[in-house]
């Protein structure tokens, strides 16, 4: 979990999806100016969200004026999220192969060893003491069946095409606008409106009441 929020966030998506879909452009900014991609990043993740639900899941959102577009930059998201947390699993599962396939070749080496061994027995070698190398020598074969049983696992699972996460709902348009608040910007006018006039309005008072006093005085 922590780890798809943390790569939710990371440049490399969030810089992917700026070129995927030409958001210097889609946003209005002039991508020869040098603080364009520094805008444009800055006002995609203001539009942006990745946080974990009370359900226990990961939500994505996008906001866009295109809702179709959002859906679909909501989509890439999660395919790269995918595929880089693909990508660190597919990493470790390398390194593990790498570790078991040292481990084989020196377990071979083990096994020819005794082989070698028991070949060059003289004919009066005891018969307790072959027992005892060939017991050593079964003991050996059995652990490099084993490790290489193991190795051809790790290679099936690193070669099996797979996602790391699960979808339980997949991106959709938005039904109605949801940014900017519609009614929030309106009764925020109607405030500054009210506010301004009542300042208006005690200047006007104050300043024909000095004159007043002025005239009179």
Do not use: C
């Not at 377990?107 to 060893?113: A, D, F, G, R």
Request: aromatic fraction near 8%.
């Amino acid at each position: 979990m922590d780890r798809i929020l943390t790569l939710a966030y990371t440049s490399d998506i969030v810089d992917y999806i700026i070129n995927k879909f030409h958001l210097i452009e889609h946003y209005g900014y002039d991508s020869t100016k040098t603080l364009a991609r520094y805008n444009t990043k800055k006002k995609f993740l203001k539009n942006y969200s990745a946080m974990e639900t009370e359900h226990g899941a990961i939500e994505i959102a996008v906001w866009d004026q295109d809702k179709n577009l959002a859906v679909d930059m909501v989509n890439e998201v999660v395919q790269a999220i995918d595929d880089h947390n693909k990508d660190m699993i597919l990493r470790d599962k390398r390194l593990v192969i790498d570790t078991f396939k040292n481990q084989v070749a020196l377990k071979e080496e083990n096994v020819t060893s005794l082989q070698d061994s028991i070949l060059k027995l003289p004919a009066s070698t005891p018969a307790e003491t072959k027992m005892i190398l060939d017991a050593k020598l079964t003991s050996a074969v059995n652990d490099l069946t084993e490790t290489k049983q193991i190795l051809e696992q790790n290679i099936l699972s690193a070669s099996t095409d797979f996602s790391t996460m699960h979808i339980t709902e997949a991106a959709y348009p938005a039904i109605r606008k949801d940014r900017p608040k519609r009614s929030i910007i309106v009764i925020g006018a109607t405030l500054g409106t009210f506010f301004f006039m009542l300042i208006l309005a005690v200047i006007s008072t104050n300043y024909k009441r000095l004159k007043s006093q002025i005239r009179n005085g």
